[in-house]
């Protein structure tokens, strides 16, 4: 069956093109969630939004599931293939079609990297303002199926407010448009249901960005505190004044020692925790919200304040904090990049907890976090070669999630579900919940071929009536080839 899909996806895309070598396969075994590998059956690189959808109807035709890749560097296992299934690799997707600074618009390819919207738009006086950490190698597809965030959606807003059209590939393979160039749209908002699907909706061929103004004035101070309290506190008091900072990002002893071994970023030594406090817009508002903001720092006993003179100081108190998740490497063999997310203002218990938690399982957790909009980063560290350490690190991993819910949180912000967190989605929703979403996912897709195995515990056949099921769930008792993506959970 695969090769005889082989030879259909050669005609349509070439032999260079379609890859079914198992040595060459391996290369996109995982995503930047490396602990989860599933070899694909065939990959194959398009070009064109026409190839991709004869792809999708390919893959349909012979009932073979597929999924969309971008980068590769989603830390949820969102692109992790499926065995029997194919992988569409938008890398070499790369254009980018159009920059309207009239419109404050750019259309680009799926494949495009994020930091080169900025680029492409910048000599226009604009750029593209969601900014995640991978932001020099992960795409604006990958960005558009995770709702992707980072330091700065604290003030603008994350992918899904930054998106306002797309062409897409349907589960059947029609070519459609959701959204457009206008600011709105009647209907459903079908494109609102599509950034964040992780791929489970179809495939995006075309985005149409929103381009944000490049700001007058930048000034960014970096904030010392004796512990993450009086930092959470800071946060705290800075948005309740009524300044929306563009970032507001925190690091915690572990996570600055990490830093520091990794880039020297020379932060205040002794410090507890450090606040990266950005503010960015018209240079009087920034100048006088800066004053603020320094006050309300000091107020909450910051023991030391530094603020950029430069671009060249600004780049060096954001390195430590870019740098912060590869750093950990340095203080450890191994370790576990956890996302959840808490309401701001329960930051300090949190934290506290957290540090509980860790200590009662004796294992270490760094934290380095958007402390603006209560995203956790919490890095569980361990050492795969000390028996029993791992397992730990699992235990206190899954707990820190069961304390954001806790606490009203959730149990991602920005990093998506995938496969890694299915089997916490029914701590979060119910099982009428997971119908209904499942209901979605059926209406655009009712083959159940892109990206099966991803986001939900219990996988449903599309032609199943949503509530509660007794016994063994029907697809597993069918032992459907279509849902083998299951047998990761
Ligand atoms: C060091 C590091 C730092 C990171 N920092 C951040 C951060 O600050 N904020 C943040 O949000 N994330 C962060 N991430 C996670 C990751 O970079 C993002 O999730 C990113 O959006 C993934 O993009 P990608 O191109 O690598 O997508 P992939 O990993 O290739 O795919 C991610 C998901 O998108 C789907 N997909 C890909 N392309 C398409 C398409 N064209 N149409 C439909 N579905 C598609 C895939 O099926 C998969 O489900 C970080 C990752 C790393 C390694």
């Not at 969630?33 to 893959?59: D, G, S």
């Not at 910048?122 to 199926?145: F, T």
């Not at 579900?417 to 119910?430: E, I, L």
């Amino acid at each position: 069956m695969i090769d005889v899909l082989a030879g259909r996806l050669r005609a349509i895309l070439g032999d260079q093109r379609v890859i079914a070598d198992r040595q060459r396969l391996r290369t996109y075994e995982c995503d930047g969630l490396a602990h989860y590998k599933v070899i694909p059956a065939l990959v194959v690189l398009p070009h064109t939004a026409e190839e991709c959808a004869a792809v999708v109807r390919a893959c349909v035709a012979a009932g073979v599931p597929y999924v969309a890749r971008g980068s590769g560097t989603g830390l949820s296992g969102g692109a992790l293939p499926h065995a029997d299934g194919v992988l569409i690799v938008t890398s070499q997707m790369r254009d980018i079609l159009e920059v309207s600074a009239a419109d404050e618009r750019a259309v680009v390819q799926p494949g495009v990297i994020n930091l080169q919207v900025s680029k492409a738009a910048h000599p226009y006086g604009y750029y593209y303002a969601p900014d995640p950490s991978s932001q020099q190698i992960c795409s604006i597809g990958g960005n558009l199926a995770e709702n992707s965030g980072g330091a700065h959606c604290l003030k603008y807003g994350f992918t899904t407010n930054h998106v306002v059209g797309a062409q897409v590939v349907t589960p059947d393979g029609d070519l459609v448009r959701l959204g457009g160039r206008a600011p709105d749209t009647p209907g459903y908002d079908l494109l609102g249901v599509f950034v964040g699907s992780e791929g489970t909706l179809g495939i995006a061929t075309e985005v149409t960005l929103r381009l944000t103004r490049l700001p007058e004035s930048v000034r960014t101070l970096l904030a010392a505190f004796e512990s993450t309290d009086r930092a959470g506190a800071a946060t705290s008091a800075i948005i309740a004044a009524g300044v929306v900072p563009a970032a507001v990002e925190m690091m915690d002893a572990l996570a600055i020692e990490a830093a520091e071994a990794a880039v020297a970023c020379g932060y205040p030594a002794g410090a507890g925790a450090v606040l990266i406090v950005e503010l960015d817009g018209p240079a009087a508002d920034v100048d006088a919200q800066f004053a603020d903001v320094e006050r309300l720092c000091r107020e909450n006993a910051a023991f030391e304040i530094r603020i950029a003179a430069d671009d060249a100081e600004r780049a060096l108190f954001w390195k430590g904090r870019k740098s912060a998740f590869a750093a950990v490497g340095r203080i450890s063999p191994d370790y576990i990049v956890q996302d959840g997310v808490i309401p701001r203002t329960a930051l300090p218990p949190v934290l506290r907890e957290i540090n509980a938690i860790a200590a009662a399982n004796g294992v270490r957790v760094a934290n380095v976090f958007h402390a603006g909009d209560g995203n956790l980063h919490p890095l569980v560290l361990f050492d795969e070669a000390v028996e029993g350490e791992a397992d730990r690190a699992e235990v206190v991993s899954a707990a820190i999630l069961d304390l954001c819910v806790a606490y009203g949180g959730s149990i991602t912000g920005e990093h998506g579900v995938g496969v890694d967190k299915a089997k916490y989605m029914p701590r979060m929703f119910t099982d009428d919940d997971l119908d209904t979403m499942q209901l979605v996912r059926c209406a655009f897709d009712p083959a159940g071929l892109a990206n099966p195995g991803k986001i939900y515990p219990t996988p449903r056949l599309c032609g199943e009536v949503p509530g509660r099921h007794k016994g063994a769930h029907p697809p597993q008792e069918a032992a459907d080839p279509g849902w083998q993506g299951a047998e990761v959970f």
